[in-house]
């Protein structure tokens, strides 16, 4: 009974060391960026600078990111290139949040303005306005108003002025 116990026992241990092996040795496949497999043309695991085009904005940044300088880019410099990015296009809609409430705040403030009938929304750095003003003077004031606002690039008025019909 003794012998047949310690039998199992090894069988078992040889059967873990087998997993572990297998798996320290990368035999479990690793999940690839599904982005990065489109792009690799020749499916060498690598983007080159021509690969990279495809994608304007990796082609951009190509060279900042190949760390190692070797003229192409491993998955780990590709995610890292595209994490990047991701924070910077956040950081540029928090801005723009950030102007349309400035710009909001901007027409609450004015007291010749009824500020609830316009509406603000503000995509990479351009104001758009839309809504009623009573007359052409107050839309021009809500443009510039608008336009005074920092981080403000362009001010696209859509707003209308209201018919005085009775």
Known sequence: MQ????????LA????????????????????????????????????????????EVAQ????????????LNEDEYLKLKAAQARHHAGTYVSDGAITSKVRLALMRA??????????ETIAGTV???GEVDNAKQAARVEQLAGRVEGVKKVDSRLSV?????
């Open 3 to 10: 012998l047949v116990v310690r039998i199992g026992v090894a």
């Open 13 to 56: 241990c040889m059967g873990m060391h087998t997993v572990v092996s297998a798996q320290a040795a990368g035999a479990a496949p690793n999940k690839v960026n599904a982005h990065f497999l489109r792009l690799d043309a020749n499916k060498d695991g690598f983007l080159s600078y021509q690969e990279a085009r495809a994608d304007k």
């Open 61 to 72: 940044h190509f060279a900042l990111f190949d760390a190692n300088r070797d003229g192409r």
């Open 111 to 120: 007291k010749d303005l009824k500020s609830a009938d316009i509406h603000v």
């Open 128 to 130: 758009r306005l839309s």
């Open 162 to 166: 209201r018919s005085t019909q009775k």
